[in-house]
């Protein structure tokens, strides 16, 4: 599959473009490029302007709120619901988390659930928000039902993922952004992409057997919780997933489960919703409400140097500590730009031509 | 392995005056004695009864204090650390989670961090605390080194579980309490107990390979992450395991990774301690400060409904909410006793001896 490269600039200015396009303000056009554009400059591919489409024709289904009045509906010290107004996760997101962020100003901690919001992009764009408060971040949210629970065919969770940002001091910051599943959803439209065979442990056809072809899903199949099967811990996968639903969703009033709406357009959601739009939830604690931060931070160095200096398998890549891979990524993508697939680039070039834009 | 059952009665009397032995106040005793064997009545027999000389060892070594001024060294409205004072984490956690459920009736949620503390017995039974106040309740722990983190052969991380408790209505409570590896050590102590080899993916040998061979740890092997290897998500299961240490034991002062003292007392803790004890993590979350109790809990119910319902694997058994084995468990052995492995009696009557005790 050929692969032309971008520089980041490019796709900026694109993106902003086309988010202004659908009416969106340019302070929020901006803020849901940053966020959107994130996981290309991150190298999760599957997540950021390969995606930008399938925004803009949600939007066209009027699935999206270009203009939403994002708003707080409960709160306490501590705690707030937002009801995101059918907005762009990428936007709402980043609101939600600034409530956490000021909660946690206020009294040592601060936990937002988000109701009618829709994908937000990589959970890591959002648990990262708190690191510069010297702050501990943590992002998730649900998402359309591709997940089989454990003994289970029928596909009852999203990739539901975590992340979870924790500041250092010399150290870059640990920064933990994970699938509650055994594969996240593009590492396996990669594969159906170059045509190449999934391994065994990462899906299930709809028997419940586990298969190597990656577009299972399409036949009834599902991914399955990290894990793998239960003689592996795929209940446990299983069980984060659920966390992640029920903190997102059934704190917030958003939908769950398997009414969670889907993101691709062309499918309707539910005609029963149990909630509204899909949900989310956020955290940020502030390192001294438990400890003097510089004291902490020191000792998140000591912690990383240590992890990092573990005796590696012969033969194998040394010791990585989440966040590594991304951040290393991070810097040759804004110095060499983006590497897009010509999939992606057919999508936007489309997309240009759509709203006069050039690309 | 021959078996005998006892009355939850007959174990509860003899673990109260073990406890009393070692110089436990009466109601520390009774404490310490319900949360450990809380274990045993769950069906988790490694964290129970069987692990009382363990505990008894550790006091007779001086490691274990059993009268600990338990005390608040820094707070938040929303955040406490605890200094356990070498105590039991028997006694110790429940205090430091009863600070995390009186803040959340406070400010909406509360998360304490503990140091200088000891095992804690399952984490499921401080979660489980929070249930009773219509709150969500969170704990997880830190624990000796057992685990490599992925492409490492070194033992960096304990079995680091976490366990989540939330409030249904009519429905019992979704209670997960996971351990953040494939197996949790337990499994391998009954497959050694017996004699049998484990899965392939559950533990490596001191090269880093998949060994089938349960006695791998005593020659220098490890157990893996949740997730097996890298390509099913090992890395995953190291991140989690990670953010249990760090919440545990960076956030509170304790030992983390390679620091964290074994609970047996036949080796010692390491020369270089990097902080006090183990570490513990609870928190609280108030339903009511995300939305009316009465709502969630009917979405609880709802959401339970929907997954025991969900399209089981042919023949398969049906599908399970997180807890649900736990809680028959609990049922049956309160009925009909709890059946101890004849290692397990023998190391009883040792101890009986010794204090001069009855079993």
Redesign the interface.
């Known amino acids: 599959m050929a692969e032309q490269t971008f520089p980041f600039e490019t796709l900026e200015k694109f993106t902003v473009s086309a988010f202004k396009k659908i009416g969106c303000s340019d302070a929020d056009a901006d803020l849901a490029t940053k966020v959107l554009l994130s996981a290309d400059l991150r190298g999760i591919d599957s997540h950021g302007v390969a995606r930008l489409s399938g925004y803009i024709r949600l939007w066209e289904a009027k699935r999206i709120n270009a203009t939403p009045a994002i708003r707080t509906i409960?709160?306490?010290?501590?705690?707030a619901?937002v009801d995101g107004d059918g907005g762009l996760g990428l936007v709402v997101a980043p609101h939600a988390m600034n409530i956490a962020i000021e909660k946690a100003r206020?009294?040592?901690?601060g936990?937002v659930?988000v109701q009618h919001s829709n994908h937000f992009g990589i959970a890591g764009y959002h648990a990262m928000m708190a690191l510069e408060h010297d702050m501990i971040g943590i992002a998730m949210t649900n998402a359309s039902p591709l997940v089989?629970?454990?003994?289970?065919?029928?596909r009852?969770l999203g990739t539901n993922p975590i992340a979870?940002a924790?500041p250092a001091d010399k150290q870059p910051a640990?920064v933990?952004d994970?699938?509650?599943?055994?594969?996240a959803n593009g590492k396996l439209e990669i594969l159906q992409r170059k045509n190449k065979q999934a391994?065994e442990?990462?899906i299930q056809d709809k028997?419940?057997n586990t298969s190597t072809n990656p577009h299972e899903l399409k036949d009834g199949g599902a991914l399955v919780p990290?894990?793998?099967d239960y003689?592996?811990?795929s209940?446990?996968?299983?069980?984060?997933g659920?966390?992640v639903?029920?903190f997102s969703a059934?704190?917030?009033?958003a939908n769950?489960?398997?009414w969670v709406p889907p993101f691709v357009a062309f499918l309707s959601p539910p005609a029963d919703p149990?909630?509204k739009g899909i949900g989310h939830f956020f955290g940020a604690?502030?390192?001294d409400?438990?400890?003097p931060k510089e004291?902490?931070k020191q000792?998140?160095d000591?912690?990383i140097n240590?992890?990092r200096s573990?005796?590696?398998?012969?033969g194998?890549?040394?010791?990585?500590i989440?966040g590594d891979p991304e951040r290393e990524m991070n810097a040759i993508r804004l110095k060499e730009g983006i590497p897009l697939n010509e999939k992606v680039v057919e999508d936007l070039k489309e997309l240009a031509k759509k709203f006069d834009l050039n690309f």
Chains 1, 2 share one sequence.
Request: proline share 8%; aromatic share 12%.
């Open positions: 409960h709160e306490s010290p501590s705690t619901v206020q009294c040592g901690t936990w659930s089989a629970p454990t003994w289970s065919v029928e009852m979870v924790i640990f933990a994970m699938a509650t599943t055994t594969a391994p442990g990462w028997q419940g990290l894990g793998s003689e592996h811990g209940h446990k996968g299983y069980g984060l659920s966390i639903d029920i059934v704190l917030s009033g769950y489960g398997p149990v909630g604690m502030r390192i409400a438990f400890r004291e902490f000792h998140m000591n912690w240590r992890f573990a005796k590696p398998v012969a194998q890549p040394k010791v990585l989440p």
